[in-house]
Each structure stands twice: as structure tokens, then as C-alpha cells.
């Protein structure tokens, strides 16, 4: 069966009233079932109080294509999980936010709703940069500035090292000045919100081992520098996140000198220590440092605990009542602070935030992602970001009073890499000892469904999705086709979350690891229209499909419906009661497809199609839509 011939349903307007519900509201809920769907009656099954409540849902308009069905949904508890029930002769089938079914499945799918504030009405209109502040670009002071002793020089264009104790220490100079002055080129690709990451002083270039969190690196300009950034964005429109590392400091941070030096003082509390631990450390550290994922920067016998068994970055201890007033609870922390003028960051970005606060039988967690949100809250008047690093399972995380969207690891990274990777590639596959595998679309849609249907629609729309950070490889050295890596970007900016990229991604930068891909923009090459490290093409697509975005409401908020999963092409709509847009994506070429004549009454009007790859061909016959095989190929179409 065709997949636009199933009931839909998700939490776009088309669906779900929109706006934040209250405890007690009642809400309209609609469900769209097609015409030739045996359905004697549907019920609209809701968790209340987790006991399941059947409510009745009655036909409220139809036409020859389709019948909407609507009911009224109790939102008695502050998360309401719900799923419809379609009863046909001989049988039933449900409909949850992991598709259609007629066998019984887990709640762990159900549509949700949450009282909870999803975060600010701007984030689902955003589109992330991500910089790391040494590789951007460097202002004229930065050249005077002495280097630390850990750090080795290296000239802007010399390649990054691509792993080992050197990639930590390669300083190329870039600081935030740098940043503020090429602002005018981040308006005119588009972008509307910047992620830095760490400008605290450190022991590296990567600087997630800080030294201390009461000033900016005076590598990087200083605090002065980091006011003048967020104040020249403001003016230019563009939002600036910072990054917090919660779960360890550096080994020589300030507080971990005092914890060290003096058992009595209060900071000995903010770290695990052996003689304290429940399990024996050395043992601890020493499995981490028997993966060969983590071969570098490890030691068999700390005396305390570590991230991944580092002993560079001893692990902090949320126990301690004053590590959370010092560091993330109320305006005078280190998270509440740099939320205030003069610095007015506009929210943080959490690194490994799903380890922190989780040490043995300690489970901190939620308490840490509640804290740092009320801190945010609080400084921005409810319009700041809160963005957790999270690599795996977000079911516990999210649609709640913590975090309020993660770094899409496991719903957008891994199904697109797995269906844009070159076949044969040696890349290896995020933290997995193999390379990536290449699979086809219906496992890659089955993967990105699965993690979208546990979290509520409103996280959705909020989540940062990306085709690469500073922590993997480049886009481009995955596909090792220009093409291919085109059709990613055209994914990455017409699905539902915050389209992000690091810098670099938008003029081709290549690279095999993450440190590898910390390259710097060859300011000279950009100016110049194009040359060796700057792909002008490419970055004329980012450009465009930026502005894509920006301009079709449906991009941004719409609801997603896939229409087409075969191995090597993607289709899908993305609806509001105002727009329609058909998105068709393929890695190669493919035997094609019919669509529903009634996706579009008139000719679809052509929005976008891939400068490199093939546009894909949409012609109409009398019953249906026909998609070409076209392939590598994107388009996205208008539909009337």
C-alpha cells in the first residue's frame, strides 16, 4: 500500500490546536484517515492518571480523498500520552507516532503532549552555526597574543592534526574578534544563531578541560571580546550560545587544585575521589582506557573519577550543594552570569550532558538539567536555549523542565549518515568500532521514526539536527561525493528541528575525524569567489536552501508525512493549513514512483533543485503524480 493511503497523525496545526497546553484544557485532536481505510470507528485511547481512557472521535469533514476524524483531549496530567484506535471488521489497528499498526505495540511510541514550556516560539525558526572559536577566523590582536606553553603554533592553512595528543595542541589563533568581524558574511548565508564552543580557559585548543569558568580565555580577547560578539550579533540578528562542560573540569582547574591540596575545603566535595567511591576507580578508568575508541590521554590508576577514564578531566560531583549554587543555580552561577550583560549569551550548549550528574548509584541528573533551565529561564525571561549534548536513547530527557532539546546524535546523524555514506567507506561510525554502515531507506526512516516518537512534537521542531560537529567527520568525506552530500544538505533544511552546521560545511571543508574536520575558512579563497578549500557551489547551495527555510513556514513547523522509501530515494510532505511541499530525496538513481493526483491540483511550482545531482522529474498523468529516477538528486515542490 501507498504511504500517503495510511492514517496520519503528529502534532503539527494541522492536527493539534496549537499553543502550550494547561493542566485541564481540553484539546482537539484530528486524525486524517484515507477514503479506502476500513475504519467501522475510531477512538482517541489517552493515558490518564496511566490508565488508558477510550474516548469517541466523530467525523468531522470528508472528501472523496480522505475523512478527518477529531476528539477532545484531556490533558489532566503534565504529560498525556495518546494514540488513536482504528476498529475495522475482524480486527483493529492503532495509529502511534511510530506509524501504523495492526499488532499491539508498546506505549513507548504514543503521541505526546506536554504542559511543560517546549522552549522559546523563536527556536523552530532557527538555523545553527556551529564555530569553535581557534579555526574561524582570527583578528589582527590575536597574532600579538604569547601562546600558552601546551600549545603548538600552527600557519592558518596547515591541516589539522587528525587525532593523538597534538590535535588538542595545534593553536591556530582564531579568537572571537575574529568572529564579530565577519558577521556581515554569517547574515548573508543566513544563519540566525551561532554555537560557540568553550571559550573558558583551558589546558587545549578544544578547551572542554577548563581551568576556570570565572573568565573568558584572554586567548580569545578576553571577557571585553565576548561582550562586543554577543552585542555586534544582537544588532545583526543573530542569537549566541555558549557551551558548559557539567559533567568534569580540566585537572587543573582551580577548584579541583583546591579539592586536591586541601580535603577540607568545600570544593574536595565537587569530585569523586577513591576513598570515597563505591567502586574501585583505577579498575573504572581502566576499562574506558581498553576501548579503542579513547587510545589517547588516559591513566590506569587516578585516584579519582574521570570522564571516559581521561585523567585531564576529573568528573564532578553533584551532591554538593555548593558545586550547584556555584555553577548553575541562580543568576550569580557560572551558567546564570554569562546570561547577563555584559556577555547577554542567549543560552547554553551542555557537552556530555547525558553522563552528567551519573556517577555509580548517584543520579543527579534530572536534578542538574532542572537547575541550569531555571537559571536560563530566569536570566532570559524564558527566550534563552538550553541544548544538551546527547549521543543515544533521549525517552528520560526531554518534553519536561530540563533540557530543551538535544543534539540529534541518534535521530538525525546516524539514519542520515548510514543512507548517505559512500559504499565501502573506513569511516568509522561515531563511538562504534566499524565503519559506517550503508543502509537502505526504510531501515534509515524506521531509525529516525523510532527516536522521533520519544519526544512530543514541540521538541521536535526544537531539536539540532546535523550532518556533522567538531566531534565527526565532515559531511563530504562521508559521501566522497559532492552530489551526495548536496542531497544531505537538502534533508538537513526541510526536516522537521533546527537545521545546524559547522563551520566550513558550507564551502566544502573535508575531514576524517573530528579533530581532522576543525579546519579554518580560508578567508582569502571566500573572498576570492571559490579555490582549493572553498567550494563556491556549495556554498551557494547552503545559501540557498537557508533561505528556503526561511521563506516556507512549512519547513519549519509543518508536519511530516513520508511518501516514498525505497533503498536509494526519500519522499516526504511537509503541511500546514496554509502550504504543502513535496521534498524527494535520492542517493542514486532508482526506478521512480507514482504519487496521488491529489497531492497537487495544478502543476507543483519547483522551489528548489540540486545544483550538482539531477533535479528529479514530476509529471502528471490522469490518476497520479510520477517521480522520475533521477539520482543523486533533491527537489522540493509547491503543491497546489
Known sequence: MDLLDRPHHDGSALYVEPGRPRLSDRIPVRLRVPAGWPADQVLLRVSRD??????????????????????????????????????RPGGYDWVTARGVTSRDVTDAGDFRISTHDPGPDWMPDAVGYQIFPDRFAASPAARDRPAPAWAVRAAWDDEPSSGGPASAHQLFGGDLDGIAGHLDYLRELGVNLLYLTPFFPGGSVHRYDATTFDRVDPLLGGDAALGRLTAAAHRAGLRVIGDLTTNHTGVTHEWFARARSDPSAPEHGFYYWDHDSPIPLPAWSAMYAAQDAWPDGFSASPDYATWMGAASLPKLNWRSPELRRRFVEGPDSVAGRYLRPPFALDGWRIDVAHMTGRFAADDYYDT?????????????????????????????????????????????????????TRPGTDVRFLDLPVPIPRRGGADVVRTATDFASLVGWQTTLRQWNMLGSHDTPRILTITGDAAVAEVGAAWLFTYPGIPAFFAGDEGGATGTTGEHSRTTLPWDQIARGGGPRWDAAT????????????????????????????????????????????????????????LPAWISRDTPELLYGARRGSVPGLTRTPAAWCLSGAGPAAGVWRCA
Not at 477510550?54 to 467525523?59: I, K, S, V
Not at 490533558?75 to 476498529?87: A, E, I, T
Not at 533551565?373 to 519536561?400: K, P
Open 368 to 420: 542538574v538539567a532542572r537547575l541550569t533551565r531555571a537559571t536560563v529561564d530566569a536570566a532570559t525571561n524564558g527566550q534563552g536555549m538550553l541544548l544538551a549534548e546527547h549521543f543515544y536513547d533521549t525517552s528520560r530527557d526531554l518534553d519536561g523542565d530540563g533540557w530543551q532539546s538535544t543534539m540529534n546524535y541518534p535521530g538525525f546523524i546516524r539514519p542520515a549518515w548510514t543512507w548517505l
Open 50 to 87: 496511566g490508565d488508558p481512557l477510550r474516548l469517541p472521535a466523530r467525523l468531522e469533514r470528508s472528501t472523496p480523498d480522505e475523512r478527518w476524524y477529531v476528539a477532545e483531549l484531556p490533558v489532566d496530567n503534565p504529560r498525556v500520552n495518546y494514540r488513536w484506535l482504528l476498529v
Open 539 to 594: 556554498h551557494e547551495t547552503y545559501r540557498a536552501l537557508v533561505a528556503l527555510r526561511r521563506d516556507h513556514e512549512a519547513l519549519r513547523r509543518g508536519g511530516l508525512r513520508w511518501a516514498v522509501v525505497t533503498d536509494d530515494a526519500l519522499a516526504y510532505l511537509r503541511e500546514t493549513p496554509d502550504e504543502r511541499l513535496l521534498v524527494v530525496l535520492a542517493r542514486a538513481p532508482w526506478a521512480g514512483a507514482e
